[in-house]
């Protein structure tokens, strides 16, 4: 069986150095460039699995090889390192196609799980929402009209509730940092905030409770993961 195939795009040297030997040590193959600006044409010549960006390079910057990837391959999946905090960059990240993201410094535990984690998506299958509508196990979710139905029952949901479960499902099989999920739907991450979270959390699970196969995992310390059977 071939090995999993990753490009990975950092100037960092020794950082770098450090990330690819502990990939390889668990079997992955690993191509590295440090220069933004060869990065595309040896994504080109490589045509890897999935690759991870740092998103400060020099020459080109991580965003704009992304964005040039996605006009080579609209399926690869795409990982973000970046050191920046700011809502910002995590938006125009996704908005670039990006895949998922972590920030410096990170462990190789949280690397290789996120890695995995979208290698396990089937190849092909949209990670939006397309026309308002979404299938989930025994549940049809329109985001438009912000219902959520399961042949027996029709829920209507908040504003928030359903923003929330699109994030989750847009982003299912991965983790989801909760500080982002705080940013993005409630504007910042104070106390106040973190404990409303938790209260939708806890309600979207109890409105998809009838699917057994549907499950939102908390991640201690780090965030959430939406399993989706």
Request: with cysteine; proline share 3%; hydrophobic share 35%.
């Amino acid at each position: 069986m071939s090995r999993t195939k990753i490009f990975y795009a950092e100037d960092e040297l020794f950082l770098g150095k450090i990330v690819k030997e502990s990939l390889e040590s668990r079997d992955f193959e690993v191509i590295m460039e440090s220069d933004g600006a060869k990065a595309t044409e040896l994504f080109k010549k490589t045509k890897p699995d999935i690759c991870v960006l740092d998103i400060m390079l020099p020459n080109k910057d991580g965003f704009t090889i992304a964005d040039e990837i996605r006009e080579l391959d609209e399926e690869v999946p795409i990982i973000f390192l970046t050191a920046k905090t700011q809502t910002e960059d995590v938006v125009k990240g996704f908005s670039l196609g990006g895949n998922d993201y972590i920030r410096k410094p990170f462990s190789m535990e949280e690397l290789i799980v996120r890695i995995q984690n979208l290698l396990r998506n089937k190849p092909g299958e949209s990670t939006k929402i397309n026309g308002g509508t979404a299938t989930m196990g025994k549940y049809h979710f329109q985001l438009n009209r912000q219902l959520l139905s399961n042949g027996k029952e029709e829920r209507k949901l908040s504003f928030r509730e359903s923003e929330l479960l699109k994030l989750l499902y847009e982003n299912r099989e991965k983790i989801i940092d909760r500080k982002d999920i705080l940013n993005l739907l409630w504007g910042n991450d104070s106390f106040f905030n973190s404990r409303n979270l938790d209260v939708y959390i806890t309600k979207l699970r109890s409105y998809l409770r009838e699917d057994p196969s549907l499950e939102i995992i908390t991640i201690k310390g780090v965030g959430y993961r939406f399993i989706t059977g």
